[in-house]
C-alpha cells in the first residue's frame, strides 16, 4: 500500500527565498507522481505532473523531480512570492494502479 | 476551456438528511474522480469512472454512498442517511485518461449537524 509522507508539515519564509519542498514514498512501483497547490477553502491546482520515466519537469519558477529508488520527489520554487502561499500537496499513484495517494501537505507562508 | 464545475458549494443538514453532489468534468475527459478532504488532510479517493464505468469503488462505503456517471459526462455523489463523520470537503477531479494529470473543481463543503 503506497503511504506519501511531506515534512514539514508548515514552513514559513520571507520573501525571495529558494526553496525545496519534500515527499517521499513507500511503493517505487509508481506510475506518476503529481504536485498540487491548494489555497485556502479552494480545490486543488495541478502545477507539474512527472510520469515514471521521468527526472523532472519545469514550470516557471517550479521545477519538480523525482527519484524512485529512494523513493523521493522535490519540489523547488525559486524566488519565492507572498503569492505563492498555500499549501501544497504531492500525489503518487499506488503501485500498479492509476490511484492517487496524498500526503497530508505543506503550509507554506511567504512573508512580505 | 471551462475547468471542472461542481455544486452546491456549501450545503449544511441535519444527520440522517440525505445530500446530493454534482459535478460536470472538463469537456472530453474520459476519467472522473470523486474524493473526500477532511481538514488537514489530502484528499482520499472514493470512485473512479471510466466513462460510465465505476473502476475503482474500494473506498466508497457502499451502505450510505452512491454514485452513477449516466452517459459518460456529469456524475452525481449521494449520501443517504449522512452522518455526522461526514463533514468534509467533497472533491471531483477529472482527466483525459487514468494516468494522466487530473484537474479538480472547487468542492462541495459538507456540514452535518
Known amino acids: 500500500k503506497q503511504e506519501v509522507t511531506q515534512i514539514p508539515a508548515a514552513l514559513s519564509v520571507p520573501e525571495g527565498e529558494n526553496l525545496v519542498l519534500n515527499c517521499s514514498f513507500t511503493?517505487?512501483?509508481?506510475?506518476?507522481l503529481q504536485w498540487f497547490r491548494q489555497d485556502p477553502g479552494k480545490g486543488l491546482t495541478s502545477l507539474l505532473l512527472?510520469?515514471?520515466?521521468?527526472r523532472e519537469q519545469t514550470s516557471g519558477r517550479l521545477n519538480a523531480s523525482l527519484d524512485k529508488s529512494s523513493g523521493r520527489s522535490t519540489l523547488y520554487i525559486a524566488a519565492s512570492q507572498p503569492g505563492d502561499s498555500a499549501t501544497y500537496l504531492c500525489?503518487?499513484?499506488?503501485?500498479?494502479?492509476?490511484?492517487?495517494?496524498f500526503g497530508k501537505g505543506m503550509k507554506l507562508t511567504v512573508n512580505p | 476551456e471551462a475547468g471542472v464545475v461542481q455544486s452546491p458549494r456549501y450545503k449544511i443538514i441535519e444527520k440522517k438528511q440525505p445530500v446530493a453532489f454534482w459535478c460536470n468534468p472538463i469537456?472530453?475527459?474520459?476519467?472522473l474522480y470523486w474524493y473526500r478532504q477532511n481538514l488537514g488532510q489530502g484528499p482520499e479517493l472514493l470512485i473512479r469512472?471510466?466513462?460510465?464505468?465505476?473502476?475503482?469503488d474500494s473506498q466508497l462505503p457502499k451502505d450510505r454512498f452512491s454514485a452513477e456517471r449516466l452517459k459518460g459526462v456529469d456524475s452525481t455523489l449521494k449520501i443517504q442517511p449522512a452522518e455526522l463523520g461526514d463533514s468534509a470537503v467533497y472533491l471531483c477531479?477529472?482527466?483525459?485518461?487514468?494516468?494522466?494529470?487530473?484537474?479538480f473543481g472547487p468542492g462541495t463543503r459538507l456540514t452535518v449537524l
Open positions: 469537456s472530453g475527459h474520459n476519467t
Open positions: 512527472i510520469q515514471s520515466s521521468q
Open positions: 469512472y471510466e466513462n460510465e464505468e465505476a473502476v475503482d
Open positions: 500525489a503518487a499513484t499506488q503501485g500498479g494502479s492509476e490511484k492517487l495517494v
Open positions: 511503493d517505487s512501483a509508481i506510475y506518476n
Open positions: 477531479a477529472s482527466s483525459p485518461s487514468g494516468r494522466d494529470e487530473q484537474f
